[in-house]
């Protein structure tokens, strides 16, 4: 069998850690804890976990700059926030900073365990996929990077993501509720607007005119779709 996958918890509530620790190695994952922001940069660069389940709010220091210190030294694995429910400015916030995904607490451990399988799964398509080659706009999976017009293209890790998705399915329209089970691993709840933010995010950054778009189409009522430049245009 293979082995399991390595999933590290960063949270100082350590009843909550234990339980979702204990709910998670019951999942069959491999599962270890830190109680603190303290060292957590190194620990998780060196012991390399397949998925980081970190709290916003950490003693000595917090999730969000564990998790730009994280992306700047090079870890690319899933990191999934835990935030206080109501948090949306965090939540924004946490995406900026690096974070894949988050949960509220309290923690419903059905929903957390979807978001887990969910981040696990699409990592693992991307660092299996080749690169994608779109003539100007570019995208490597495996190195979590764009680049257009041979430049690199600054996305946070949620905003590869949803990208990513979308041009691995060029021509065909992805519903809010189809890119949530894929990127978040539960149904889409008619309320959330954090595609639509991220959409409007990316279309500049990679060359798209945000009032007239050509490479990520509005399909209202349907949602959005990947139109794949003719080549010589973009």
């Known amino acids: 069998m293979p082995p399991a996958e ?35 940069v190194e620990y998780i660069l060196a012991s390399q976990p397949d998925l980081v389940i970190l709290d916003l709010m950490l003693p000595v220091e917090d999730g969000l700059s564990i998790s730009r210190r994280l992306r700047a030294s090079g870890y690319q694995r899933p990191l999934l926030m ?71 293209v600054d996305l946070t890790a949620a905003e590869f993501d949803l990208l990513w998705l979308l041009a691995t399915h060029p021509g065909r329209v992805l519903s809010r509720e189809e890119i949530f089970s894929a990127l978040r691993g539960i149904e889409y709840d008619g309320q959330d607007r954090s595609v639509d933010v991220r959409i409007s995010r990316i279309r500049p950054r990679i060359g798209d005119d945000p009032e007239h778009p050509r490479l990520i189409k509005t399909l209202r009522g349907k949602g959005y779709m990947f139109v794949p430049p003719v080549a010589g245009s973009l």
Request: hydrophobic share 40%; charged share 30%.
């Open 82 to 152: 835990l935030t206080a429910l109501g948090e949306d400015e965090a939540q924004i916030r946490g995406f900026d900073a690096g974070a894949d995904d988050y949960v509220s607490k309290p923690v419903r451990p059905q929903v957390l365990l979807a978001r887990v399988r969910a981040l696990l799964r699409r990592h693992a398509v991307l660092v299996t996929t080749e690169l994608l080659d779109f003539g100007r706009l570019q995208m490597d999976g495996r190195r979590r990077e764009v680049w257009l017009d041979s430049q690199p």
């Open 6 to 40: 390595s999933l590290l918890i960063v949270e100082d509530d350590p009843r909550l850690s234990s339980l979702i620790g204990e709910f998670l190695e019951a999942q069959g994952f491999q599962v270890s804890c830190l109680d603190s922001g303290r060292a957590a």
